[in-house]
């Protein structure tokens, strides 16, 4: 390590000097301070006058200007003398005043604290001119001292406060101002700095001061270099820049300088005369490094230091101070022709910087980062892979001498980094290597004949630029090259010695060079190509390349748990036997440098401890491997100040949880509808195991659905996917990361257990799929029996989730059994007429089949009436309610009284009429249902769904009209007073609609999804809601009236107060806000703790009700207090809507559930009877009927005017039991108080029936 010794100096020769010593190790605080004094010595301020006056009087070709005369009689060889002794009287003054008893102390603590041999800066700290004329370098401890070497330095200086970033190392650039020259040989500097390496020189000759400026803001610059004239005149230095002696002084390039600072010049260098003024200058301007010439300079000094200097710095890679003192020792050498030399060259500096060694120069900030997270290293990213250099060499040596190498490793090892980032990298920089990659995918020969074609055609380019041709090279348009990659594919599956022919052909162009093909992850042959005949035509005609191509190598990365199937070819299997190298974990050693290295390369350092407690965390397992990667990418983000950091590490969770941790927080920044997306997204990019595991595979725009698609991009940005195209199709596929984000993402796991039974089914209808459009599409390759009756299952269940190709197969398939069942029926009546005559036979057992059908039919109504009781008891009553009546009718189809069933039935069906709260279910949407509402006459009820239609109903449920709405989702949907409809969707878009389906005005602006729309009272405003997180008023011609920006986050719902002059908004941003008409913000409500889905203004407009992520409803005044807290459901809320009275509230829930409010926020029921989400629940104009709509596609009508339930509860009663009399006009009903009770229909009581001692 470096000591660092600063010596700082108050005072002056005449009063003597107050010095202070600090002892640092460089970079660490002082460790060692003392103070002693230098007594006054008035006449070594003489000595320095006389020896400046012989040296100047010596001439010598110096690079300066209007030197100061001097009058000295004698030869020049006296002058030389004169000179040396001069110095050696200074020498010897100078010494004996740091001699002196008051000095003591420093110079003993120097001798005791330093070693000999260590490298030591020495800084001497002045404001004073005089002492800073002082040769220090004549200071018997700096000679005695080999690797130590002195700086001038001021008293003043800023400490430099400057965010350290990462950098990245490029060329070192050099302005290099090439002055006036009069008299002097600048060409020698000049070849001097284009001779050193890794340096990119801008030459200024002669220039003009506008030149130098504009050059010092333009660009960054590490080193600013001038040769020419110079002199100092009183404190200030001046160059002279050009033959017309046009000067600067540093005052005149101040602006630029700081500019040319502030972008990292780290030295500068005046090699020319009299440089002093110019130190003090530009250590005022605080440039961290300079060099300077004390005095006059003569020519061949300058160049001999120069060139010195530039070799031990540059060349030798020597600490800037030592390369300084070698190349200023090594002017001793020419003293005999110019005396003193090896005392001109200084170093001035900012006492607060650290000197750069050059490879410290040519850093530029950097935004790269050096880690892949869940990527592969490629062959770009080989600067900072490292870890695996052992098996790299391995693997070179392997391919040199075999036809065949497989890299099997676990998932995750590493295998594609190794081969691409380590292989491939080294055979491209050897240069005697053709290199072809590729993946197998789902068409292995179309893929492999595609990488192929694109080599050959690369060649063929080379070729004529090598050849000199000035004619250009033919380009292949995408027809042609896609005709050729078909032609290639086809031979390559069809012919023997296929890939032989193309292999030889490559290579005919060179025959010394080597081809090696690439087939990474080798296991898609095995997991996405289903054609076994197209594997099995694949792999020969790499087993018939291997065995017969010279200077051809084959290698393939394979997962480790495909090595079964790879070797479940017998011919593949020998040609693997001694073939593979198999990559195992990482050592310690490598684990380190993985983690260590890349970092090193872009200046950043890591907090100690640090990587020790990381590698802690990394088990041997190989798979780890993409979690350290990923964990090491986070905790690059977090930097703080170059520094990765323990708090960081921290922050993300440490390796463990990275992953998981920062797909969660991508997952949790969607919306719910996004999340939903996601899910299905996810489960069509994993490939379901049958005893291995999970693994990726590629999905089409199709698969993952088309309306997806800008969620598949945020997903991308987010890095946990990957986009790209199939080169056969041209269509968009979407791929998993990394299998890591499937092996540790907890909710992906989630998601296929939930999902696996429907995902393995749909593998196998794609294998279907393959199978019939590799037939020709023969009707005998579709679906039938089971399989279609699964398939249809299926397409109800999911039907979003099916790409339109995969419906139209089903479609297909259900159309053939539809014309076979017809085919079936006419053979069968012509059976019956040929069977006519054996009538009379059959009338004989006519009466045996009535008997038997009646029993059937008795059984059967049996099993209805026990399961109408089984649905009340779960709770389901409303299919409680249409069993029973199933069962009902089916008794009139008996004989008889038939006491025994009918009695059953009328319990049974009293009980579903009194606790059935549905009264109708509006089934005919294929998807989510997300909004539904009420005309405002109370007779037609509008939904809205994700299947991208509306349909139209009356209350009994009768379809009457439908129609496509949008290209993507809808969100909600609203009527206007006079009956129009405005709809909004994820399409970015609201549109307007007449009842009959007919668009009237699309209203177009918002730049994400509409999430509400609604219509102000009067009918003539719209307000919409989106996600671009604002709110616009339009009129309904569709033109922008206006734009309320204010939220922070996406914007779920919009409402106007009843008077119309007032909207409420509810947002992601967890927030309310109130706005009038012209957009002005009145007021903004804080409360919830997630966002807030839905706000809803009371009747009267004096009260708010807002919904949210949080589980609550909250009810508020119009001034932002709140005045009530709802709670009651266990997931989010979606929705609120009040009843036409005020009086209650309606809210809707994730928890699958509508629940009833009256304003004090008691729970009044609990609406259950959908499967799944509940996105709304609204109230009808008349206050008596609420609708519902949910995920399980359906809309539930709710009975709010139960007349029996609503006496009965009003009158506390607590009842055991509830019967109806066989006609349906007496109910009976038990209770705890020991009695037994008959009511009419209409809830009056009409008699009590006592007698028993305990509840009945």
Not at 1194 to 1200: A, E, Q
Request: glycine share 6%.
């Amino acid at each position: 390590m470096t000591k660092l010794i600063v010596l700082k100096l108050d005072g002056n020769l005449q009063q003597g000097v107050r010095v202070t010593l600090s002892i640092a190790t460089e970079g660490v605080s002082p460790h060692k301070e003392i103070t002693g004094n230098l007594p006054p010595i008035a006449p070594l301020q003489t000595t320095i006058d006389e020896w400046r006056s012989h040296y100047r009087s010596l001439g010598s070709s110096p690079r300066g200007i209007k030197a100061i005369k001097v009058t000295y009689d004698g030869s020049i060889a006296q002058k030389h003398e004169d000179c040396k002794n001069s110095a050696t009287e200074l020498q010897k003054q100078l010494n004996n005043w740091l001699l002196s008893e008051s000095f003591r102390p420093i110079r003993e603590s120097w001798l005791k604290e330093l070693q000999e041999k260590e490298l030591v800066r020495v800084l001497i700290r002045t404001s004073s001119q005089q002492l800073r004329q002082i040769p220090w370098h004549l200071w018997d401890l700096v000679e005695e001292y080999p690797n130590a070497e002195l700086a001038l330095s001021a008293t003043d200086y800023q400490k430099p406060i400057i965010a350290k970033t990462p950098t990245k190392r490029d060329q070192v650039k050099i302005l290099a101002i090439l002055g006036n020259s009069t008299g002097i040989d600048i060409e020698t500097d000049r070849k001097l700095l284009n001779s050193l390496p890794d340096a990119d020189v801008t030459f200024l000759v002669q220039p003009q001061r506008h030149e130098i400026n504009d050059s010092l803001w333009e660009r960054p610059w590490d080193i600013l270099f001038f040769a020419g004239h110079s002199q100092t005149v009183g404190d200030s230095g001046r160059i002279y820049i050009n033959e017309n002696k046009e000067s600067l002084t540093t005052d005149d390039l101040k602006y630029g300088l700081k500019k040319a600072k502030s972008n990292g010049l780290a030295v500068a260098i005046f090699n020319s005369c009299d440089g002093l003024g110019l130190g003090s200058q530009l250590e005022a301007l605080q440039i961290p490094q300079i060099i300077v010439m004390r005095e006059q300079v003569p020519d061949e000094v300058a160049q001999v230091f120069l060139k010195q200097f530039l070799v031990a710095y540059a060349n030798d890679g020597k600490p800037l101070y030592q390369a300084v003192k070698e190349a200023r020792l090594k002017l001793h050498g020419l003293e005999d022709k110019y005396p003193c030399a090896s005392l001109l060259p200084v170093i001035c500096q900012n006492a607060d910087t650290v000197p750069p060694s050059w490879l410290d120069l040519g850093r530029r900030p950097t935004e790269i980062s050096p880690y892949r997270g869940l990527f592969a290293f490629r062959e770009e990213d080989a600067q900072f892979f490292f870890g695996r250099e052992s098996f790299t060499q391995m693997l070179i040596d392997a391919v040199q001498n075999q036809p065949l190498v497989a890299v099997i490793g676990s998932s995750g090892s590493g295998k594609s980094s190794v081969v691409f980032a380590g292989l491939v990298k080294c055979l491209r920089d050897a240069g005697n290597c053709h290199i072809v990659d590729f993946r197998p995918g789902s068409r292995p020969l179309f893929n492999l004949a595609t990488a192929l074609v694109d080599q050959k055609e690369t060649n063929f380019n080379r070729d004529y630029h090598q050849k000199g041709s000035q004619i250009l090279p033919p380009v292949l348009s995408r027809t042609e090259r896609l005709r050729e990659i078909r032609n290639l594919a086809s031979d390559l599956g069809q012919c023997e010695n296929g890939l032989r022919d193309v292999v030889d052909d490559i290579l005919s162009v060179d025959p010394n060079q080597r081809l090696l093909l690439v087939a990474d992850q080798f296991e898609e042959l095995y997991t996405l190509c289903r054609d076994a005949q197209e594997r099995k035509a694949f792999l020969d005609r790499l087993l018939e390349a291997i065995s017969s191509c010279r200077n051809f190598t084959f290698v393939i990365t394979l997962r480790a748990d495909f090595l079964g199937q790879a070797l479940s070819y017998r011919p593949f299997a020998d040609a693997l036997q001694y073939a593979d190298l198999k990559l195992g974990p990482m050592t310690d050693e490598e684990m380190q440098a993985a983690v260590e290295k890349p970092a090193a390369l872009l200046g950043v350092t890591i907090e100690e401890g640090l990587v020790e407690r990381i590698l802690s965390t990394v088990s041997t397992e190989p798979g780890d491997l993409p979690l350290l990667e990923f964990a090491l990418t986070q905790l690059w983000a977090k930097q703080l100040d170059a520094q990765l950091t323990h708090a960081a590490y921290d922050e993300i969770g440490g390796v463990e949880a990275a992953l998981a941790r920062y797909a969660d927080e991508a997952y949790n920044k969607l919306n719910f509808e996004e999340k939903e997306r996601a899910q299905r997204i996810f489960i069509q990019l994993v490939h379901p195991g049958e005893g291995t595991e999970d693994t990726r595979r590629v999905a089409t725009r199709a698969e993952v659905g088309e309306e997806n698609w800008d969620l598949v991009t945020r997903l991308a940005n987010a890095r946990l996917v990957v986009t790209g195209r199939d080169e056969k199709t041209g269509l968009d596929t979407v791929e998993v990361v990394h299998e890591a984000l499937i092996r540790s993402w907890g909710q992906l796991n989630l998601w296929m257990q939930q999902d696996r039974d429907f995902r393995h089914w749909q593998e196998q209808l794609r294998v279907a799929m393959r199978t019939w459009e590799s037939s020709g599409n023969d009707e005998g390759a579709l679906l039938r029996g089971k399989p279609l009756a699964d398939a249809e299952y299926w397409e109800r269940q999911r039907f979003l989730e099916l790409s339109p190709v995969e419906r139209s197969f089903i479609a297909l398939s259900v159309e053939l059994r539809e014309r076979e069942s017809k085919t079936q029926k006419r053979r069968q009546q012509f059976t019956i007429l040929g069977l006519s005559g054996g009538l009379v036979v059959a009338l004989s057992l006519t009466a045996v089949a009535w008997w038997q059908s009646q029993n059937s039919t008795k059984n059967e109504i049996i099993s209805l009436t026990n399961s109408s009781e089984a649905l009340l008891a779960l709770g389901q009553e409303f299919d409680a309610l249409k069993t029973i009546l199933k069962a009902a009718k089916k008794v009139t189809q008996i004989q008889g009284e038939n006491i025994e069933l009918k009695i059953p039935i009328t319990v049974v069906l009293g009980q579903a009429i009194n606790e059935v709260k549905q009264f109708n279910r509006l089934e005919g949407h294929h998807s989510y249902i997300r909004s539904v509402i009420f005309s405002p006459d109370g007779e037609t009820i509008a939904t809205g769904s994700d299947d991208q239609t509306v349909k139209l109903w009356n209350r009994k449920g009768q379809l009457l009209k439908s129609f496509d709405a949008h290209a993507r989702l809808i969100n909600s949907i609203s009527f206007s007073p006079d009956g129009q409809i405005v709809t909004n969707s994820n399409d970015d878009t609201a549109k307007l609609w007449s009842r009959e389906g007919k668009l009237i005005a699309t209203l177009v602006g918002h730049k994400d999804n509409v999430n509400s729309a609604t219509f102000s009272p009067d009918g003539k405003i719209l307000a919409t809601a989106s996600s671009d997180k604002t709110v616009k008023l339009w009129n309904r011609k569709g033109k922008l009236l206006k734009t309320f920006t204010g939220h922070s986050e996406p914007v779920n719902s919009v409402s106007f107060s009843p008077d119309g002059k007032i909207l409420a908004t509810a947002s992601n941003d967890k927030t309310v806000k109130l706005w009038n008409r012209e957009g002005k913000l009145l007021k903004t409500f804080t409360g919830h703790n997630e966002q807030v889905n839905s706000v809803s203004f009371s009747p009267d407009g004096k009260i708010l009700a807002t919904a949210s992520n949080d589980k609550t409803v909250k009810l508020w005044n119009r001034e932002g207090q709140l005045l009530k807290t709802f709670t009651g459901h266990n997931e989010p809320v979606n929705s609120v809507s009040f009843s036409p009275d005020g009086k209650n509230l309606a809210t809707a829930s994730n928890d699958k559930t509508v629940k009833l409010w009256n304003r004090e926020g008691q729970l009044l029921k609990t609406f259950t009877g959908h499967s799944d989400v509940v996105h709304r629940a609204t109230f009808s104009p008349d206050g008596k009927t609420l609708a519902s709509a949910s995920n399980d596609n359906t809309v539930i009508l709710w009975k709010l005017d139960n007349k029996l339930f609503t006496t009965l509860t009003q009158n506390n009663e607590q009842f055991n039991r509830v019967a109806f009399s066989p006609d349906g006009k007496i109910l009976a009903t038990t209770g705890n108080d020991q009695t037994a009770k008959l009511w009419s229909r209409e809830g009056k009581l009409l008699k009590i029936l006592t007698g028993h001692s305990d509840r009945v």
